[in-house]
């Protein structure tokens, strides 16, 4: 069983920045690829970055890249998403997920972002 457990989440004005932090449970964390998802009021979930069980492979979704940078640190079994100059359109709760090939089966509670123009 692996758990995951959000936090960083907050109010932040357009052009802030935010660290997300996901610390999960278990010794097979680095077998693991590491996502970070987010769902909007009225919207289907998006995955906003990946990042493999190395860490040397990373995936952006086009309107994050060279704004948000995704990490892991494998011996504090924790995966961050650092998020800078962002924008309303960010506004959402964001969900870290844990999985292997292709799916993702373990998801966190959520930490809720928002932006304010």
């Known amino acids: 069983q692996v758990q995951l457990v959000e936090s960083g989440g907050g109010l932040v004005q357009a052009g802030g920045s935010l660290r997300l932090s996901c610390a999960a449970s278990?010794?097979?964390?680095?077998?693991?690829?590491m996502g970070w998802f987010r769902q909007a009021p009225g919207k289907e979930r998006e995955v906003v970055a990946t990042?493999?069980?190395?860490?040397?492979?990373?995936y952006y979704r086009d309107s994050v890249k060279g704004r948000f940078t995704i990490s892991r640190d494998n011996a504090k079994n924790t995966v961050y998403l650092q998020m800078n100059s962002l924008k309303p359109e960010d506004t959402a709760v964001y969900y870290c997920?844990?999985?292997?090939?292709?799916?993702?089966?373990?998801w966190g509670q959520g930490t809720q972002v928002t932006v304010s123009s």
């Open positions: 997920a844990a999985g292997r090939e292709g799916l993702y089966s373990y």
């Open positions: 278990g010794r097979t964390f680095s077998t693991y690829t």
């Open positions: 990042i493999s069980w190395s860490g040397d492979n990373t």
